[in-house]
Every structure is written in structure tokens, then in C-alpha cells.
């Protein structure tokens, strides 16, 4: 199936239950059992079925099903938000004493989650340059758990090696880890490209409308081998998992990474979405590649005013042929459309300021991927946390201007912008 027939059927029987033509909201915390022995083979894995909501929920698996599919994986699991995604798919990777290998160009949050709170938890980063990924082997040593970088950066609005990465990580059999939130699962799928765990955060595209808070992720196909291969890096997926009365992973036929995160990660902590937000994510998934493709149309039109803009210093977006990453959006990305982030410079952070205060369609929000424009000052909100050697390192320096362009006719948001600058 295409990935538009994939968004609106998959992970769906419309011939199970009342035949409702939308998936049903199972509101519901835990599930009843036949009997004591129907009880017993759920736990023992011997049987699949729902047990308690915070390990899966039938509305959760579509979309757990659907996006996996949309994204080219073997299997995928729903998240509360992307920030938990994220910190799931490297605690199901590494612990005390392991290192992680980090771009150098991330979302506030993961710089944030990388930085502080995994080093508290005895998990330390190296970071490399994703715009080629030239000093990426160096870093790697024998406690290198995952590289993980983001697909299309968010503020830097940059794309990294993404082959050169992928090599590398395969070379010394080490898990790559991708944020798609960006560039979306209708623009780009790390999977198709040798990526081993594809994340996201669904509140952002994938939501649309800023309605609900979630995150996913998705796993290519064959982890099973690829651990048993890897056994000394990745010990816990073959050896028996004593929380889970010896359960090796690598004996069980589904698939390992998203099997594991379930079991262990989600059954102690449970950041597991709500029944209701994966329902709202499964109306808005129906629409991603109609509503990605027009935040693209509309942010290239959008980005070649302020190219052409007098008090507009420099604009980065991927979809302009003066980007840096004009050719990896062309190579990487559905059409070369680079999805609906931008961000530009003015001469001055007062500038940047006024420009902020004085629009009027655009609302002032951290946040990206809404049907409404939105614009951010950076420097000042999502990585505030930063030093100002760590903002020049991430590229986010005090005069840019991060845009998230939605779906509004862009006549009226080129003349917001237009009496925003002058
Ligand atoms: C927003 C965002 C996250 C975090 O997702 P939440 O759903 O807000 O927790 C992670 N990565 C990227 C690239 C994001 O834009």
C-alpha cells in the first residue's frame, strides 16, 4: 500500500466489532479476562491481548500499527509525548557507564534531556558534526550505545549525512536512532535509508492542529539479529531479562526494541498515551501527506519573501536553492519539500524582538507543526537553558527568528510579515 492508503486503513479492521468506520476510542484502563488461565498465558506472553492500559490499549495499537507502517517498520509503540519517546528509546539502549553519540544539532529538549538528566543517571554524550558526520567514528568506543540525530534539525532547519551516519553506525554495529518529528513520516522515512529506530514527536506534524500531545516510535525490521550479532554492545536484548521471570528477547518472534521498551521501560514508568490523544492522532494521520505538502508549498513561498526582504539578513530553509541544504533536501526528501520550518536573521535582537511583537496572524508559541503560523525567538525560550557558547555550537544565535508556517493562505501571512519587518 502508498503511504496516503496506509494513513487512513492500516492497523484497522472495519469488519471486527459494530463495524465502525472509525476506529473506536477504547476509554478503558484495564481489560477483563476469560478466566484465571486466560489470565496467566497474557502474562506469560503465551497469548497476546490487552492486559491494563498502561501496556497497550486497542485504540493505541492502530496507530501504533499504522504509523509503523506508514514509516516502513516492523513495529511501532505510542508514546505520552515525544520527549518520553526519546528518553525510552535510549534507556532501552543504555545505561550507567554507556555513552551515546548526539548531532550536534538538536531540538531544545533533547539537549536538555542529553546534557543534565541522563547524566544523572550515569549516561554521558560525545557529539559530532551531523553536517557531514567527519568526526562521528572517532567518538565511537566499546560503551557507544546509539547515535542519535534528527532528520531535519529543529531551529537550526538543518539535514544531516545521512548515509555517511548510517554507514558508520553499521560498520561498528551500533543503533541508530532518528527525531523524524520534522521532516515527518510524509516527507522522509529514516528507515527506508538504513536508520534502525525511526522517533517522533506526534504533537507536532502528525498532530497538526496542536490538539494532543504524543510521541512514537518505530523500529526497522530484523533487530532481533542484529542484537544477537551484537551481543557484546547489546547485552540485554539475548541474555534473560530477570524482571520479567528470564524472558530473552531474542527468542520471542516480535519485534525486539519496541517489545522490550513495552515489558520493561513502559510497565515501570508508563508514559503511555491516553486512549483519547492516540484516537485524535488517528484522524489527524488521515490527512499528514496532504497537510505536510502545503506547510512545505506555503513555507518555500513564505521563505523566498524574506529572502527578498531588505532588513532580512540571511533565511534558512532546505526547500530555497541558496540553502546549504538545498541538495540533501532534494536527495532525502518526498518532492525535495522541506516541511514547514524557517528560520531567518535580522541585524539585531531588538529587531528580532520587535519583529516578534509586532505580528499579528502569527502567534507567539513554542511549539511547531500547526495548522496556525507560529513564530519563536529561540534564544530566549526553547534553548534558554543554553550557555551562549552551547547556542553558537547549536547555531542558534540571538537575532534569529524561528517561523513554523501553517496552513493559512500565505498573501495574509506574507503581509503580516512584510509589516512585522518594516
Ligand atoms: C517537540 C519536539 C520533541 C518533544 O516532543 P513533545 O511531544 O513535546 O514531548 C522532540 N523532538 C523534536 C524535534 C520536537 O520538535
Redesign the pocket.
Known amino acids: 500500500m502508498q503511504k496516503e492508503t496506509i494513513a487512513i486503513h492500516a492497523g484497522y479492521d472495519k469488519k471486527q466489532g459494530n463495524g465502525e468506520m472509525a476506529v473506536p476510542i477504547s476509554q478503558t484502563t484495564a481489560y477483563a479476562f476469560r478466566d484465571s488461565e486466560h489470565a496467566a498465558n497474557l502474562f506469560a506472553l503465551k497469548e497476546l491481548g490487552p492486559i491494563y492500559t498502561r501496556l497497550t490499549n486497542p485504540t493505541s495499537d492502530v496507530l501504533e500499527q499504522r504509523f509503523a507502517q506508514l514509516e516502513g517498520g516492523a513495529a511501532g509503540i505510542a508514546t ?7 528518553f525510552y528509546s535510549i534507556a532501552n539502549v543504555a545505561e550507567a557507564g554507556d555513552n551515546i553519540i548526539i548531532s550536534d544539532k ?2 531544545g ?2 539537549v536538555t534531556l542529553f546534557y543534565f538528566t541522563l547524566k544523572r543517571f550515569g549516561i554521558s554524550v560525545k557529539v559530532f558534526n551531523s553536517d557531514d558526520a567527519s568526526n562521528l567514528e572517532e567518538l565511537i568506543d566499546d560503551k557507544t550505545k546509539a547515535i542519535f540525530f ?1 532528520s ?3 531551529p537550526q532547519i538543518a539535514i544531516p549525512a545521512i548515509e555517511k551516519i548510517v554507514e558508520v553506525a553499521k560498520k561498528h554495529g551500533i543503533i541508530t536512532i532518528c ?1 523524524n ?2 521532516a515527518s513520516a510524509a516527507l522522509f522515512n529514516p528507515i527506508e535509508w538504513g536508520v534502525d529506530v525511526s ?6 506534524y502528525t498532530s497538526g492542529n496542536g490538539t494532543a ?3 512514537i516510535i518505530v523500529e526497522r525490521d530484523g533487530l532481533a539479529e542484529f542484537f544477537k550479532k551484537n551481543v557484546a554492545r547489546y547485552p540485554h536484548f539475548s541474555t534473560p531479562d530477570a524482571s520479567y521471570h528470564g524472558l530473552v528477547y531474542t527468542d520471542v518472534p516480535l519485534p525486539n526494541f519496541c517489545l522490550r521498551i513495552r515489558l520493561s521501560l513502559l510497565r515501570d514508568i508508563g508514559a503511555t498515551p491516553s486512549p483519547h490523544n492516540s484516537w485524535l492522532l488517528i484522524q489527524s494521520l488521515e490527512t499528514l501527506g496532504l497537510r505536510v505538502d502545503k506547510h512545505s508549498d506555503n513555507a518555500l513561498e513564505v521563505a523566498k519573501f524574506l529572502e527578498s526582504h531588505p532588513k532580512v539578513k540571511k533565511v534558512s530553509y532546505p526547500g530555497l536553492k541558496s540553502d546549504k541544504y538545498y541538495e540533501k533536501a532534494q536527495k532525502y526528501f518526498k518532492g525535495g519539500k522541506a516541511s514547514g520550518l524557517i528560520s531567518f536573521e535580522v541585524s539585531s535582537f531588538e529587531e528580532a524582538k520587535k519583529v516578534i511583537d509586532s505580528v499579528k496572524l502569527f502567534s507567539v508559541v513554542v ?3 500547526d495548522s496556525k503560523s507560529l513564530i519563536t525567538h529561540p534564544a530566549s525560550t526553547t534553548h534558554s537553558q543554553m550557555t551562549p557558547e552551547e547556542l553558537v555550537k547549536a547555531g542558534v544565535n540571538p537575532v534569529t527568528v524561528r517561523l513554523s508556517i501553517g496552513l493559512e493562505n500565505t498573501a495574509d501571512l506574507i503581509q503580516d510579515l512584510n509589516q512585522a519587518l518594516n
Open positions: 505520552a509525548s515525544g520527549a518520553s519517546a526519546i538538536l531540538y529538549g533533547s534528527e531535519l534539525s529543529n527525531d518529528t520534522v522517533v517522533h514527536s506526534t504533537s507536532k500531545l504524543g510521541g511549539n511547531i507543526g
